[in-house]
Nanobody, 124 residues
Framework: QVQLVESGGGLVQAGGSLRLSCAAS????????MGWFRQAPGKEREFVAA????????YYAASVRGRFTISRNNAKNTLYLQMDSLIPEDTAVYFC?????????????????WGQGTQVTVSS
């Protein structure tokens, strides 16, 4: 059974930083492309960042590029999202997702497994 468990969310002031983690089990993590998505109240789930299976390629939504960094540790079966220079518009529930593919994917339909999410709230 595949499990993705996010952690590291919380309340932070604008300009601050948070580091999200996603612990994966039940899959061969090193063979899966991974991604982060977020969903704000009343909005659709949107793409944030993605990384391919060997961490040689990453891609970011325009709204977070230059502020967020996605990374992975295949030895620890863990995905990360370092979030710097946070702004109130970053407030959302953040989800990690795993694809059975290897490439970088921005469409949520390319992801097959999802975590339960972790809340990030940025105060102004």
């Amino acid at each position: 059974q595949v499990q993705l468990v996010e952690s590291g969310g919380g309340l932070v002031q604008a300009g601050g930083s948070l580091r999200l983690s996603c612990a994966a089990s039940g899959l061969t993590f090193s063979r899966n492309a991974m991604g982060w998505f977020r969903q704000a109240p009343g909005k659709e789930r949107e793409f944030v960042a993605a990384i391919n299976w060997i961490a040689s390629s990453t891609y970011y939504a325009a709204s977070v590029r230059g502020r967020f960094t996605i990374s992975r540790n295949n030895a620890k079966n863990t995905l990360y999202l370092q979030m710097d220079s946070l702004i109130p518009e970053d407030t959302a529930v953040y989800f990690c997702a795993a694809s059975t593919g290897h490439a970088v994917y921005t469409d949520l339909r390319d992801y097959h497994y999802w975590g339960q999410g972790t809340q990030v709230t940025v105060s102004s």
